[in-house]
């Protein structure tokens, strides 16, 4: 069925660090990508979406890009901040349907 | 702008009590749905809904009910409280059913606790 996989955590990095956050997925069809942060005591926003093959979605510094190659959407940073620590959700959805999660990924960033 | 409200943030129950989570949208969103996060799981879907008056289950729907009377409203209702349903509830919107491109905004949630 329709799942999606993403790394495990914590990740643990240092300020400045580079950040990666392996996503992929299983789906029929062509589904819209997303990644959500959830910081802590709050709800999920959208941190960046991709619609279609090939899309680059980007927001706050932080990049993914669509493969359908290879279904996946794997987020990444260049320099990370501590105020980036939070848990990162890789979702798809199709028409007709509610978001797909992954089961999380914790980022911790220590100074 | 409100965007998706939860109510209450917080609750404690006893086994065996309902209680209604309420939600409540101010964008005129068609889609609302009602999700759980727990612990090593992601979200989980628990009922969702299309438009006023029409609703489905999710991957959980067991132990909850809820309706879609207007627009703005997405209640979920937990019939007789089990522990295994402690957990934190968060609702969700976004315009257009079919439209599968548009994000989902969430509130903040609710933490429920069943004793």
């Known amino acids: 069925g329709d799942s999606v996989t993403q790394m495990e955590g914590p990740v643990t990095l240092s300020e400045e660090a580079f950040l990666t956050i392996n996503c992929t997925y299983t789906a029929t069809g062509y589904p819209s990508l997303f990644w959500y942060v959830q910081y802590p005591g709050e709800g999920l926003q959208l941190l960046l979406k991709a619609t279609k093959a090939d899309d680059k979605g980007s927001n706050k510094g932080f990049e993914a890009t669509y493969r359908k190659e290879t279904t996946s959407f794997h987020l990444e940073k260049g320099s990370v901040q501590v105020s980036d620590s939070a848990v990162y959700f890789c979702?798809?959805?199709?028409?007709?349907?509610?978001?797909?999660f992954g089961k999380g990924t914790t980022l911790s960033v220590s100074s | 702008n409100a965007g998706v409200t939860q109510t209450p943030k917080f609750q404690v129950l006893k086994t065996g009590q309902s209680m209604t989570l309420q939600c409540a949208q101010d964008?005129?969103?068609?889609?609302m749905s009602w999700y759980r996060q727990d612990p090593g799981m992601g979200l989980r879907l628990i009922h969702y809904s299309v438009g006023a008056g029409i609703t489905d289950q999710g991957e959980v729907p067991n132990g909850y009910n809820v309706s879609r009377s207007t627009t703005e409203d997405f209640p979920l209702r937990l019939l007789s409280a089990a522990p295994s349903q402690t957990s934190v509830y968060f609702c969700?919107?976004?315009?257009?059913?079919?439209?599968?491109?548009?994000?989902?905004?969430f509130g903040d949630g609710t933490r429920l606790s069943i004793l």
């Open positions: 979702a798809f959805n199709q028409a007709g349907t509610a978001l797909i």
């Open positions: 969700a919107s976004s315009s257009g059913s079919k439209a599968h491109n548009q994000p989902q905004h």
């Open positions: 964008m005129n969103h068609e889609y």
